[in-house]
């Protein structure tokens, strides 16, 4: 039997001795509802470009990979310079097994969930082994090995890659398709930041953030490091994975030389870095921005080349917090997760 | 009862011997005070118990099981906590949660939710005068209340034996009394034994029950604090021989 019961800002559901609770103060929701909300008018506002449409499914693929390499960063307390290796393995798991055996996306997702599961726990021990400088660097060459080997073994097709992927929705009109598929990137991006979210508000998040402000404090005060930095790394790397599976269906196409380069891997971390230095919500800013951005220095011509990374670094350097941080600037948040305890 | 036994341990870092053979027992609900110039190698000692660092020989018992190669947070889980030297806070995160941390991991507490660690990691505060400035982040601190906030975190992970790494460091006279006081309030009211690494000899002579000197990673004396001050064996560590 579910009792609940009303205690000032929140709404607490007991279920025998489990305890959910949930805030019903509209301060902790309203923002984030607002911002979605926005974002899922913007299919319906663009339904007649199918570029501008093609860019927001884009800008939600990328937040997807921004996302979970946020809780990352945190919860490993080591900046991975190589996520696009997931990327890469969720979607050669998807491309490989719809070219080869024809299927379709829903038989190809729990290969690419397994895939990442299992290449995240290969390469788990390395949150442990590896500290600052090393783990970036070891990080920075694993896409890069992964890059060779496509252009080695012929079943990834090497420079052209692997195309003819069957697409995420199958109907008649373009652009009904364009729509949908649109609010799949965004349904995936927001079920991301949710999940994100919660568990930066959960007792993980603490964990993440003492492991992220001095591990061996963290180790010393009880908690199992090595343990907490493998369940990030390996979660984060899934749903890294989870994202590639999506852009092959999505574009109906892949390959290592589009995303297994160093330029996807400094857009996703730019991304992270200007949308808000670890802050999850700064991932989807970010995201947007960078993507946004690029499309938009493309009138310039072949100068874009040089603007984009060079608007790139000046916000860098400007913002120190990220875009996220001057919204934080007036309404000041922590990052993890804050309860107020009133003296009995 | 035993509650500590150190036995025969011994930690080289290169050809350095920072331990070297050191045997000594802590009983429970002592207060042991650990004395040494510079380099004696106090917090080596502190880090071998801790699950810090792993020790080249010997063994360390706590309550009757070997903890000598266990991980920092399996020794703390048994009940082992710490303060640092210079205070080691998690600066981008509150004061409760720096301390809901201990209370989070310091036992296995599976079921308790977030509110009611912080619920719990707010009596410590409270405990060590800090309750005020629970939501301030760490990094905002004064050097005194780090001191306190370090002492709150090592309760909160429940702990029979504490280890304390000069408290007293960069604390003005007036800040000093109130650390002592506290340290006196929590061992009246949680009844921990505590391992004190001190400079000031004044406080370590007086609330002490018991003093070891370590000297170049050696126990050089061990005995009451009134016996200590007096042995020659001490002084010459602290002062050094006589010219002429």
């Known amino acids: 039997m579910v009792r609940i019961e009303h205690k000032r800002a929140l709404m607490v559901f007991r279920f025998g001795d489990k305890k959910f609770e949930w805030p019903i103060e509209t301060r902790y929701w309203r923002n984030p509802i607002l911002g979605i909300g926005l974002l899922a008018l913007l299919p319906i506002v663009f339904s007649g470009r199918p570029d501008a449409l093609s860019l927001i499914a884009t800008a939600n693929i990328y937040a997807c990979i921004a996302i979970p390499l946020a809780w990352q960063m945190t919860g490993i307390g080591r900046l991975n310079f190589g996520p696009q290796a997931f990327v890469g393995i969720g979607g050669f798991i998807a491309a490989l097994a719809s070219v080869h055996f024809g299927w379709g996306p829903w038989a190809t997702l729990p290969f690419a969930i397994l895939g990442g599961l299992f290449f995240g726990f290969i390469f788990s021990p390395l949150t442990n082994i590896a500290k600052g400088l090393y783990f970036s660097l070891i990080t920075l060459i694993i896409p890069l090995i992964f890059l060779e080997i496509t252009y080695y073994f012929s079943i990834f097709k090497g420079e052209t890659g692997l195309y003819g992927i069957a697409p995420l929705v199958n109907v008649s009109s373009i652009k009904a398709e364009y729509i949908i598929t649109g609010y799949m990137a965004l349904i995936m991006m927001v079920i991301f930041l949710f999940v994100v979210v919660k568990v930066f508000d959960s007792r993980i998040g603490l964990y993440s953030a003492a492991i992220n402000d001095d591990e061996e404090v963290a180790n010393n005060l009880g908690l199992n490091i090595k343990r907490w930095k493998i369940i990030s790394f390996v979660i984060t790397s899934t749903m890294v994975a989870v994202a590639g599976w999506f852009a092959a269906h999505y574009f109906g196409t892949f390959s290592g030389v589009t995303y297994l380069q160093l330029p996807f891997m400094l857009k996703i971390l730019l991304m992270v870095m200007i949308g808000g230095r670890g802050d999850v919500y700064g991932a989807v800013y970010g995201a947007y921005f960078v993507v946004i951005l690029e499309k938009a220095l493309t009138v310039v011509g072949l100068a874009h080349y040089i603007l984009f990374p060079l608007i790139l670094l000046i916000l860098l350097f400007a913002l120190k917090e990220g875009i996220y941080g001057l919204y934080r600037m007036h309404r000041y948040r922590e990052y993890y997760p804050t309860i107020r305890v009133r003296k009995r | ?244």
């Open chain 2, 1 to 244: 009862m035993s509650l500590l036994t150190i036995e025969n341990v011994t930690k080289r870092f290169g050809g350095l011997t920072a331990v070297d053979n050191v045997s000594m027992e802590i009983k429970e609900g002592e207060i042991v005070g650990l004395i040494g110039p510079n380099g004696a190698g106090k917090t080596t000692l502190m880090n071998l118990i801790a699950g810090t660092f792993n020790p080249e020989e010997g063994k360390i018992v706590f309550d009757g099981h070997d903890i000598t190669k266990l991980e920092p947070f399996q020794v703390c889980r048994r009940g082992v906590s710490r303060t640092y030297q210079i205070p080691r806070p998690f600066p981008d995160m509150t004061a409760l949660m720096n301390v809901g941390v201990g209370v989070l991991c310091g036992k296995k507490r599976p079921n308790m939710s977030l509110v009611d660690g912080m619920l719990d990691a707010s009596h410590c505060l409270e405990f060590v005068g800090l309750f005020g400035k629970r939501n301030i982040l760490a990094r905002d601190l004064s050097l005194f209340e780090l001191r306190a906030l370090e002492l709150a975190r090592a309760l909160a992970t429940t702990p029979r034996l504490i280890l304390i790494d000069e408290v007293m460091a960069g604390l003005n006279q007036a800040e000093g009394r109130v650390a002592i006081r506290l340290i006196e309030k929590i061992i009246e009211e949680f009844h921990v034994t505590i391992l004190w690494i001190e400079h000031v000899m004044k406080i370590i002579m007086e609330a002490t029950q018991r003093v070891v000197v370590l000297h170049y990673g050696e126990i050089i004396s061990s005995g009451l604090p009134g016996e200590i001050a007096n042995d020659p064996q001490v002084i010459e560590a602290y002062l050094g021989e006589k010219i002429a």
